[in-house]
């Protein structure tokens, strides 16, 4: 990101500090990263399986979900926004697409794809109403999607009379524990997501106009853009997200539960604020996001290797998650002096 | 050689009834001394991702057979079918996988547990009895969704159905004791003539009844289920009615038991091998 | 003082002992350097300027002093004794007070709350008084003049010059040994101006010392005592006040002879049909049932002038519809017009200076060519792919253009002086390339040498047929640049005086006429 | 509140103006009384019971724990903070006061004293925690609750080993349902705690610094004031707050265990900013707080009485949330014409 930039950058505008600011910004995010790192030497250390290519995968499968979720959550996030939604979103997703996906008459290949238009439209409808009421009406998008994670659940549920829908296409399910080269597809995707991600908010217009929103939203509007347009079209950008996740899920798991999803929303805002987006808008990175999701999976993953109980396990989970910001602040303090 | 490894996959950790579990399976191992446990719970009861998350840990560190309380019927059959691929020996108890998913993965897997519809049905009865025909009855279920709470509904439905009870509401307070109160609290503020309630659990039966003390009905009949310490002393005053032991602290180590005589070459198990439930009133609560 | 000159030219020695002395204090941020060996001293009870470009390291040096800012090195002694305050608080303990140029209010916390924050009235128990806390507020404001707004206000409703004196009004809340006051005037009409010079006076009087930045030397000469010029970070001399010129302050600042660009009263062309018309236009705010009607002609400079409060922000914010118009009609090209919201007056080629930089202008965390291309983004990028070289070419261009000083394009906004940041405000609108430029407070915080290139711009713009309408408190700008200057009074314009006519006096009179009318003086 | 003025006192700032500006006080929080009075006539007319004086009771009851963890989510937020460890907190501090509630060696009297001092106690010292965290590293709360959120949950279960604790004295438990004049005097306590909160933060230097930390925290410390004192005195408070539920919770349901109030942060900030009150701080009243956790409660009974399915009750629930501060946008506009 443009704020990426430190102040050495400061007496070189010129083209060929281009390798020097990709420097600057992987310092940026270094911060978070040293966290990663460190928990990831001291599992390797301490624990026999961590490191295995087979746990790395289960990390990186374990990942895909939060990971992609936190990705939408980056842009609403960035022009100030929340999204209390996705975790309802993702159950309502699921079972809409699940039920197409159970349709009897239709090709394996018509019902995946039948069912991923559905998954993701119907996330495209929920975060676009998500966006639209809170644009409109001026609300706070905090309230709007809470309202929603009612709606969407309650939905969810009646759609189905609270079922389980289950017996999805074999091909459908091998797919989502497919490996390449020992990692998994579904992670693969994910990582598009990240790089595409990436390029839309450092490199468009439309990125830019979504951090100044974030930043000053009186200043945009005044320099002639809609803001409704923005910040509407944040929030389904984010629904259209969790529409992939939904399928994703489904793929690994196999069922499509209105239960599903229950609490991810905090999980990917922990993901979005630990890897250093400002609560507050206009400032981070999605790059950032995906360390958060690491952390995340690697201390889920590692603490259960490491053969804690589950008591102690949740106690130390808040505590890393506190110290991995201490640690990125203080990279913050050390490299600003 | 190696002790043999079991992992041992439950649902939260954090309630009186899987803590027993726990530690009826700790106590078992330190009484056999022949196999090391290893125990996951998960988050919360619809976090069925770390469920899954913990039987793919559990492949990865090559454990000898996987003894799963299934958090969904449905969802752990491809994780479990992995681990059997693995060779893995897997042992299902106290929520059975759904059968029609275990047909469609080809898997065939042998369930370990009590009826949970037959305890419902049990404890149902037991407040048909005591109401008699006609008696006006409201159902606390649990978390929509989840297989044990489908069960037990089930089991009250089949109960209200044979004693001819008549059934006026039925809602959800998802296992919740304050939620039970006050959901409880407003049903009854709209069916005054509540003769009896069915709780699908026993923190939701603390709940009622905490809210009919407010409300001074004592005569309204409350039956719940599981037999958490907790509700001894209100089954001793006669508040609660009935409630149903499932004998959690034994049904983990039984089926430990039986994944042991797998792993050291026994026979595949098959079918349902029944745990013991007990109905609990005032007659023989301890 | 013990110290040598390091080739500074002290003039006088201070006749008393200095009450604060700085010797050779230094600052980096990174890699620019804002103070670059600052020397100071101040007299008790002396009224003592502080003037230099943007950038020159005014408001940084007022930063060090009150403890926001560690520097890098120097000494500072207050009194007599060392000085190195670590926190605001400390620096208050001390005796230190400041107006900073950058403001510091309590949006939604009442005027009254704000005046008192540092030391809200309170009872045993913690309690606020309030009644005592609102009469003591009322008086605060009557006696620098503002008697036209209620105390318990919430901050957010006052306009920026309002804003101002409630600052003012602060600082002189608690009893000080030194006053800073960072650009008050920036934002302030001569009335209220005046105002403050006298409050100034009765503190000199009382023997409180007052530092005091501006960019307007008449008022350094007005108020001073002895006046202190800094360039790029440095001391350049101390005088008494009487023992110099404008002429040698302004070579002090800009390091030469400055063209006397002011007085050059070049007209620029006007009179080829009109751009903008307004006929009985009215926006939300005004009482006036029959609205504003004027003719903006291209390339003409049209001037607003009017007291604080007399309505022309919210005129131009009708215009450009950032507030929805109630009624009238507005003709563009002569054709009548509605614009929605800002964008459809961007399109309708309109760009719009707003006065409050930090809250409408700016986005104070993101680059400074994130800035300057705000307005026109489509130009620097193709099928919404921002194109980063051009992005920078283009700010560049545009900061050699108005002599920006800044670390580069990437560098953030809010790392610029408060003048130099004004500039990326006129810069993101001159990207543009608008047929009317609505200009609020345009040179607000600018320093002489940069007001300059700014009026030869905006007059260039006027030649290319550009229709200019211009608000300013300050009166020798307007009278410098525009072709006409009409003036408002309580949301109406009392008059319009044109070029041949202009003087102070009759525009003021206008300006205090209506107000006379008011409230019946 | 100051806040609260409008521009037709504006040219009488004289005392004369002080009943006029309680008149503009009750309009400002009355968009969102709007709401609630709409909810009320409604649920009155389509459903037997809901004016009963039972019900109301039970509704007031029900309010009860969230309208106080509201109170101090109300301290909180107004500091532009957010505090996601009550329901957490809530449960530590219930098994901490219950431990020691079942202490047999204690007289009532007692253990009833001793338990309240370790509840609010441990909800002190969390809150502190909470708050000291942030503020001295300068970290987002929303990261630092979300550690103690996991860790006060570990800990409650660790302590209690995860079992239900019971059997408290039945004085204690009669309390939490006694009744004055037909309203629970749980009720009661809160209502006396929101008009000792609105008397703290309208009334006294401490609430307005707090108001001024959340309009412009930098302005307040270059005013001389230290943030950190404020900061962590508002989580303090709400922690404090969390303790007194806590023994609330425990005399109304007569038991005290490790896994209750999950979600009750949600409901608590909801509540706030259902009231009016802004999340990015600064701005907003406890008495809209009230009025936020009233609409909550009587939505919650309403429904229920009116008869509508669990799950279309969750849908309704999400979508009256949305439409009160809809209509208190409304009444906001309309008051600003
Ligand atoms: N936080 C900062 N980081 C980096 N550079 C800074 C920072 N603050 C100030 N500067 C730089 O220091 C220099 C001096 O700025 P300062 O604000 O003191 O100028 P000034 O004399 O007050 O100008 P003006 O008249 O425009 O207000 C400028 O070049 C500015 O860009
Ligand atoms: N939100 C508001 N609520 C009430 N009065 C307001 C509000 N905003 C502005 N005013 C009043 O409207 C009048 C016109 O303000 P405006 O800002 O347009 O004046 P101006 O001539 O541009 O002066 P300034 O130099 O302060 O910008 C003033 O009396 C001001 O106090
Ligand atoms: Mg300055
Ligand atoms: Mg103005």
């Known amino acids: 990101m443009m704020q990426a930039l430190d102040k050495t950058t400061l007496n070189a505008p010129t083209e060929a500090t281009v390798s020097g600011m990709s420097m600057k910004l992987l310092l940026r995010d270094a911060g978070i990263g040293i966290a990663l790192l460190l928990l990831i030497v001291f599992f390797s250390l301490s624990t026999e399986h961590f490191l295995t290519s087979n746990n790395i995968s289960n990390i990186l499968t374990q990942i895909t979900i939060n990971l992609i979720l936190a990705i939408g959550m980056t842009f609403v996030i960035l022009i100030g926004g929340i999204d209390l939604s996705v975790g309802s979103m993702l159950a309502f997703c699921a079972v809409v697409a699940g039920t197409v996906l159970t349709i009897p008459e239709l090709s394996v290949f018509q019902a995946v794809g039948l069912a991923t238009l559905a998954a993701i439209g119907t996330g ?75 390029f839309v908010l450092s490199k468009t217009v439309f990125g830019r106009l979504l951090y100044g929103i974030g930043n000053n939203e009186e200043a945009v509007r005044l320099a002639g853009h809609s803001l409704m347009f923005y910040k509407v079209a944040a929030f389904t950008i984010a629904g259209a997200l969790v529409g992939i996740a939904a399928m994703i899920y489904m793929a690994r798991l196999n069922i499509a539960s209105p239960i599903i999803g229950i609490g991810f929303e905090l999980n990917a805002i922990a993901a979005v604020i630990i890897g250093g987006t400002s609560l507050n808008g206009g400032r981070g990175t999605v790059v950032g996001t995906l360390l958060g999701a690491c952390i995340i999976g690697v201390l889920a993953n590692g603490l259960i290797l490491f053969g804690l109980s589950d008591f102690m396990r949740q106690m130390i989970t808040g505590v890393v998650i506190i110290l991995a910001v201490i640690i990125d602040k203080y990279r913050e303090r050390i490299t600003a002096s | 050689a190696d002790k043999p490894v079991v992992g041992l996959v439950m649902k939260s950790l954090a309630n009186d009834f899987f803590k027993n579990m726990l530690e009826g399976a700790e106590a078992h191992e330190k009484k056999r001394g022949d196999y090391e446990l290893k125990a996951i719970g998960m988050q919360n009861e619809t976090d069925f991702e770390s469920q899954l998350n913990g039987v793919e840990n559990f492949i990865t560190q090559g454990v000898d057979a996987i003894v799963i309380a299934p958090a969904d019927s449905r969802a752990m059959v491809t994780p479990l079918k992995k681990a059997m691929d693995a060779g893995i020996t897997v042992v299902n108890f106290d929520v059975s996988l759904d059968e029609q998913a275990k047909k469609d993965a080809g898997i065939d897997l042998a369930f370990v547990g009590p009826d949970n519809r037959g305890g419902a049905k049990m404890v149902g009865e037991a407040l048909a009895k005591s109401l008699g025909a006609g008696g006006k009855v409201v159902i606390l279920e649990g978390n929509p969704g989840a297989d ?139 | 003082m013990t110290h040598t000159d390091s080739g500074v030219a002290h003039q006088a020695i201070a006749p008393r002992l200095p009450i604060l002395d700085l010797h050779d204090v230094r600052k980096r941020f990174g890699g620019t350097v804002a103070l670059n060996g600052v020397t100071l001293s101040v007299a008790p009870g002396e009224v003592h300027g502080l003037i230099g470009e943007n950038g020159a390291g005014k408001s940084t040096l007022i930063k060090v002093l009150c403890g926001i800012v560690k520097p890098d090195s120097g000494a500072i002694s207050l009194a007599g ?66 008697k036209d707004i209620d105390v318990r206000w919430p901050v957010e409703r006052l306009g920026i010059a309002h804003r101002q004196l409630v600052e003012v009004a602060r600082a002189l809340m608690t009893d000080s040994r030194v006053l800073i006051l960072d650009e008050p005037t920036a934002t302030l009409t001569s009335r209220e101006t005046d105002r403050l010079f006298a409050i100034i006076n009765d503190l000199r009087s009382r023997g409180v010392s007052v530092i005091f930045v501006s960019h307007h030397l008449d008022e350094i000469f007005r108020i001073c005592d002895r006046v202190t010029v800094l360039r790029n970070g440095e001391t350049v001399f101390s005088r008494r006040i009487g023992e110099t010129s404008h002429d040698e302050l302004v070579r002090g600042m800009v390091g030469q002879q400055l063209q006397r ?261």
Chains 1, 4 share one sequence.
């Open chain 3, 81 to 146: 004794e060392a000085y190195e305050p670590h926190t605001p608080r400390e620096a208050k303990a001390r005796g230190l007070q400041v107006v900073h140029q950058e403001f510091n209010l309590l949006p939604f916390l009442s005027v009254a709350e704000n005046i008192f924050i540092e030391h809200l009235p309170r009872n045993l128990f913690g309690v606020v008084r309030r009644n005592d806390m609102n009469a003591r507020a009322r008086a605060a404001l009557d006696a620098i003049g503002l």
């Open chain 2, 148 to 286: 044990n709470a489908a069960q037990r509904k089930l089991g009250f439905e089949d109960a209200i159905a044979e004693g001819k009870l008549d059934l006026l509401d039925s809602r959800t307070a998802h296992w919740e004791t304050e939620e039970a109160n006050s959901v409880f609290s407003t049903m009854l503020t709209a069916h005054p003539d509540i003769q009896g309630v069915m709780a699908a659990n026993d923190s939701m039966a603390i709940g009622v009844i905490k809210a009919l003390d407010v409300a001074g009905r004592s005569d309204i009949k409350v039956v719940g289920f599981d037999n958490v310490p907790a509700v001894a002393p209100l089954v001793k005053d006669g508040k609660l009615l009935a409630t149903v032991d499932q004998f959690g602290s034994q049904m983990a180590a039984d089926a430990i038991d039986k994944a042991l005589e797998v792993v050291a070459g026994g026979p595949k198990l098959e079918g349902w091998v029944k745990t013991n439930i007990e109905l609990v009133t005032k007659d023989n609560v301890k």
């Open chain 3, 261 to 521: 660009e002011m007085a050059s009263g070049a007209i620029s062309s006007a009179g080829e049909g009109t751009a903008l018309s307004l006929v009985n236009f009215r926006h939300a705010q005004s009482p006036h049932a029959e609205g504003i009607s004027l003719d903006l002609h291209k390339g003409e400079i049209l001037g607003i002038a009017g007291l604080v409060g007399s309505g022309r922000t919210e005129l131009l914010r009708a215009i450009f519809a950032a507030e929805q118009p109630l009624s009238g009609t507005l003709l563009r090209d002569g054709k009548p017009a509605t614009f929605r919201s800002p964008r459809e007056a961007i399109q309708a080629g309109i760009g719009f200076v707003t006065e409050d930089r930090k809250e409408e202008g700016l986005i104070l965390a993101m680059p400074i060519a994130a800035n300057v291309t705000l307005a026109s983004l489509s130009s620097i990028s193709r099928v919404g792919l921002l194109d980063r070289k051009m992005e920078n070419t283009m700010t560049q261009q545009f900061g050699a253009d108005l002599k920006l000083k800044y670390g580069g394009p990437s560098r953030h906004a809010a790392t610029l002086s408060g003048g130099n940041q004004q500039k990326v405000v006129l810069a993101k609108w001159l990207a543009r390339n608008p047929q009317i430029l609505l200009l609020d407070e345009p040179t607000r915080g600018v320093d002489v040498g940069a007001k300059a290139e700014i009026y030869a711009l905006i007059r260039r713009l006027a030649e290319k047929g550009l229709a200019l309408l211009v608000v300013s408190s300050e009166l020798p700008e307007l009278m410098t640049l525009c072709d006409r200057i009409m003036v408002m009074s309580q949301h109406r314009i009392v008059g319009e005086v044109a070029r041949a006519d202009f003087s102070e006096e009759k525009i003021l009179t206008y300006a205090y006429h209506g107000e006379r009318r008011q409230t019946g003086h």
């Open chain 1, 124 to 198: 495209v409808v929920c975060g676009f109403l998500n966006g639209w009421i809170s644009a409109f009406w001026g609300l706070p998008s905090f309230i709007v999607t809470l309202g929603m994670l009612n709606i969407a659940r309650g939905a969810a549920l009646q759609v189905t009379d609270a079922r389980t829908i289950y017996s999805f296409p074999p091909s459908f399910n091998a797919f989502g524990s497919q490996m390449v080269v020992g990692v998994p597809v579904v992670f693969l995707i994910a990582l598009v997501l990240v790089a595409v991600a990436w």
